[in-house]
């Protein structure tokens, strides 16, 4: 079986370049994309933690990872909207112009 | 001739009794009232101070009606209402009010005659404008001179007998307009502070020896036998007791209240004051107060004598008091031959007759002494009313060589004044003078110790005929000499004069020796009408003593004065025969001269010396403090401005530039913000690894 650690690994190397992509790209929907990986990530550690943890035979990780895959899609949704937004609104996906949100 | 039948004591208070304290309580609210109201409401004034006399005379008369049932029953009436003032620790202040024989007649005497002066006053005070602020005095020394009266604790008789003083001060400077009344005001009330002193050391030793303040509290008071007792076995120095010492310092008090030497100095200057006030306050009520103190303390004073079974006056305090008064009362009336003014006369009479009261209590007796000061408060009250009405109907003129042949223009004025004058003189049988000074000469010609008090008394009593027959006949008498055209006084003047006139015919026969019912009523036992006592040789070779004391008074004063009607400018009749002594007389012994040469001199250089302490050691001490605080105060500020403002300063600088770098960050970029998230999760997750918590 293959131990928990590789899990771990995979889902951190994962969690890493969604992260890299959040903060570095450019396009809105690309860091909407690096979001949805380090979410993923975050799943898989769950699963993982569930399976290897002190009661696999109760479902408490597979419901956490459906209820975050939800939410995801929720969140997913509502990201996409306000980018299409702002599109509509700037003729632009850019992030680094999206600054108009300091106070 | 007396049955002395021990009384039945009688203690508890009665009705009349609780309610004593109105006596004294309304007229001192008379005043309140007064004092408060605006200066034109002269009618409201008088008309207060009057009503509230009058009710506390219709109580007086209740309570000394309430005395003599009892004392008719054979009850020794000595009612008392006690409660504490104030609590200080385990000590109480305690005040009360005592009704007993004493007190009784004293309230009666008080008000009554209290009462006819603010009358009078109404007539003489007339034309002042200051009408309402008399009668707010006035008022206010009836209600502590009542408060005097019925004190039973030493302490609460202080305080009406200080309030007595003040009040004293205000009226004497009554016309404060004169500096002669501001000066004799200023004088009267030092003065006597110099006796109240000793007073008050008399009453705080009397406090620290006996524990208590009252006179009387049902067997613990300090005037029982139980306190006495303790106080006669402590001894001070000069082998007097506690209770001896004691006594003189109260004494002192007294002496200084009621003129006696060396402190009479006062009482002849405070004649500058409205003439009722001299009628009310120096002849009548206030100077009496020093006697009735001493009446009031008597078993402190005779405390000695009685425990070893001798006669109440052979106390060494009762034997000062004699010294004391025989020497007054000569001294005084020596003085009273040489002076012209018609009212410092009647003062030196006073201050004379004050020292037969008090040689009377040391060598009679409360009794004795009472009893002149009874009759001598209506006579003298009579005399200075007279002399009042003389003034105010000469126009205000005093000196008694001005005046003259005034027995025609005020004929009531004379012939009540003539009454006056008679009882002074003690003119036998006829006039209530005579019985009080004879009991007095009586007394002191029995007295153990010694028989020169009682020449004394008998060549003050020449005396004291020869200077008034001098003055009746300056005044009445000859020719008018005056420039101003005389008149009667009003009605309202006249009345209070005939009124008292018949008193100090009349009230003689209360205490003569055939029916001594005064000094029964007094002293607590039953008396009778014992026509015999008036045959008795003793008595008898007294009565002529005085027959003779009169003649050669009245005749003396007769011959040089009477019906000559002298010139102003002319020297007197008596100066001519004996210049060196008369000098010596009309200066009044010099006495004013001897204390500003010797006491005020003293403190006008102790004045100086205080002077210059103050300016040159104290003065310079405090601006040395006040050099040093001041530079204290600029090191102050310059700190405060430099470095407390500097560094406030500072740190509000620094924070306001903190803030423009932390706004920064907040720049509206999404990525930035992750950032710094992202940052700051792997700071978190490294301390958290290596400080060894996975």
Same mark, same amino acid.
């Given at each position: 079986m293959t131990p928990l650690a590789?899990?771990?690994?995979?889902?951190?190397?994962?969690?890493a370049i969604g992260l890299a992509g959040a903060l570095t790209r450019r396009n809105a929907i690309m860091v909407l994309i690096g979001i949805e990986l380090m979410l993923n990530a975050a799943n898989l550690n769950l699963i993982a933690f569930w399976r290897y943890g002190p009661h696999p035979e109760l479902l408490s990780g597979m419901m956490f990872a459906i209820f975050s895959i939800a939410v995801a899609a929720a969140e997913a949704a509502v990201g996409l909207g306000l980018v299409i937004s702002i599109y509509r609104h700037a003729k632009t996906s850019d992030v680094e112009e999206m600054n108009r949100m300091k106070g | 001739m007396q049955e002395a039948i021990a009384f039945t004591p009688q203690i508890d208070a009665s009705s009349i009794a609780r309610w004593l304290w109105l006596i004294p309580a309304l007229p001192i609210v008379a005043a309140g009232i007064i004092s408060v109201s605006k200066q034109p409401r002269r009618k409201l004034a008088s008309s207060l101070a009057i009503g509230s006399l009058g009710i506390s005379l219709l109580i007086a008369i209740a309570a000394f009606a309430h005395?003599?049932?009892?004392?008719?029953?054979?009850y020794a009436v000595r009612e008392v209402v006690n409660f504490s003032w104030l609590t200080v620790g385990t000590q109480a202040v305690e005040l009360g009010w005592v009704l007993d024989p004493l007190s009784a007649v004293m309230l009666v005497m008080v008000t009554f005659v209290g009462l006819?002066?603010?009358?009078?006053?109404?007539?003489?005070?007339?034309h002042d404008e200051n009408y309402t602020r008399f009668f707010c005095f006035l008022a206010l020394f009836a209600g502590a001179m009542l408060g005097v009266v019925i004190a039973n604790s030493i302490l609460l008789l202080f305080m009406c007998w200080e309030l007595v003083g003040l009040t004293?001060?205000?009226?004497?400077?009554?016309?404060?307009?004169?500096?002669?009344a501001a000066a004799a005001a200023r004088k009267a009330f030092i003065t006597t502070r110099v006796g109240d002193i000793f007073f008050l050391l008399g009453i705080v030793w009397l406090f620290a020896q006996t524990g208590t303040l009252l006179f009387y509290d049902h067997g613990t008071g300090s005037m029982e036998p139980l306190a006495l007792g303790g106080l006669l076995v402590h001894h001070s120095h000069w082998g007097l007791t506690a209770a001896g010492a004691i006594g003189l310092l109260i004494f002192a008090g007294a002496a200084g209240k009621s003129g006696q030497l060396p402190l009479h100095v006062w009482l002849p200057d405070a004649m500058e004051g409205p003439?009722?006030?001299?009628?009310?306050?120096? !002849?009548?009520?206030? $100077?009496? !107060?020093?006697?009735?103190?001493?009446?009031?303390?008597?078993?402190?004073m005779s405390a000695g004598a009685v425990a070893h079974g001798e006669a109440p006056g052979t106390t060494t305090a009762l034997m000062v008091v004699t010294?004391?008064?025989?020497? *007054?009362?000569?001294?005084?009336?020596?003085?009273? $031959?040489?002076?012209?003014?018609?009212?410092?006369?009647l003062a030196y009479s006073t201050v004379s007759q004050l020292g037969y009261m008090m040689a009377g209590l040391g060598v009679g007796g409360v009794a004795v002494g009472m009893f002149h000061l009874i009759t001598h408060a209506f006579f003298k009250a009579l005399l200075f009313m007279g002399s009042g009405s003389v003034i105010h109907g000469a126009h205000?003129?005093?000196d008694i060589r001005h005046m003259g042949g005034l027995w025609k223009v005020m004929p009531w004025t004379f012939y009540t004044y003539a009454v006056g004058m008679l009882a002074l003189c003690g003119v036998p049988i006829f006039f209530s003078g005579f019985w009080s000074k004879d009991a007095i000469l009586e007394s002191a010609h029995g007295w153990s110790l010694s028989h020169a008090p009682y020449y004394m008394l008998v060549f003050g009593a020449v005396l004291t005929a020869f200077y008034m027959t001098r003055q009746v006949s300056y005044v009445f008498f000859g020719e008018y000499r005056g420039h101003s055209h005389a008149?009667?006084?009003?009605? $309202?003047?006249? *009345?209070?004069l005939v009124i008292l006139a018949v008193f100090a015919i009349g009230l003689g026969i209360i205490g003569t020796p055939a029916w001594p019912w005064f000094r029964a009523f007094l002293e607590d036992h039953t008396t009778s009408v014992e026509m015999h006592a008036f045959a008795e040789p003793a008595w008898l070779m007294l009565l002529l003593t005085s027959f003779i004391i009169v003649i050669v008074g009245i005749g003396l004063g007769w011959w040089l004065y009477g019906n000559k009607s002298p010139r102003a400018e002319e020297p007197d009749a008596l100066e001519k025969s004996i210049p060196a002594v008369w000098t010596v007389l009309a200066n009044r012994l010099y006495i004013d001269e001897l204390y500003g040469a010797t006491v005020i001199a003293f403190y006008y250089w102790w004045a100086k010396v205080a002077d210059w302490i103050d300016r040159e050691i104290w003065g310079d001490m405090v601006s040395t403090v006040t050099w040093l605080f001041n530079h204290w105060a600029r090191l102050n500020k310059f700190l405060d401005a430099t470095m407390v403002d500097g560094a406030f300063d500072k740190g509000c600088e620094e924070v306001y530039n903190g803030g423009g770098v932390l706004a920064r960050i907040q720049n509206g970029r999404g990525q930035i913000y992750l950032r710094l998230l992202a940052v700051a999760v792997v700071i978190l997750a490294a301390i958290l690894i290596w400080s060894g918590h996975p």
């Open positions: 590789s899990y771990l690994i995979v889902a951190a190397l994962i969690f | 005395v003599l049932s009892g004392w008719s029953h054979g006819l002066i603010f009358i009078y006053s109404t007539g003489y005070m007339e004293s001060y205000l009226l004497i400077g009554f016309w404060y307009q004169k500096p002669s003439t009722p006030v001299s009628a009310l306050i120096h !002849a009548a009520t206030m $100077v009496a !107060a020093g006697v009735y103190l001493i009446a009031r303390v008597y078993p402190l010294w004391v008064g025989a020497s *007054t009362a000569v001294f005084a009336a020596l003085i009273a $031959v040489a002076q012209n003014d018609i009212k410092r006369i205000e003129e005093q008149h009667e006084s009003p009605r $309202v003047m006249t *009345t209070p």
